[in-house]
């Protein structure tokens, strides 16, 4: 059996990529993709810490995060394509008004 901790580092390591990625990058879409990193590393340890304690409440909570996810990827997509026929730019510095 694996031990929770290689679970933990990796899950870990793949919140830190998509931290760096969010505050790195200014293009919305990959901005997007690297929020669903972040959430999937926190499924990982979710569904890790469930496995350790022999119960199932971290993978359900991890089914309705996934729900959750891609609701908030589905609306993300709309709101970026939504400002590029508005606006024509998709890099959050050339945005610079919002209004309706």
Known sequence: MIPLYYYLILSSVIFSIGLVGFIIRRDLIVMLMCLELMFNAVNISFVAFSCYNGSLTGQVFTLFSIGVA????????AIVLALFRNISAVHTDEITQLRG
């Open 70 to 77: 891609a609701s908030e990827a589905a609306i993300g997509l």
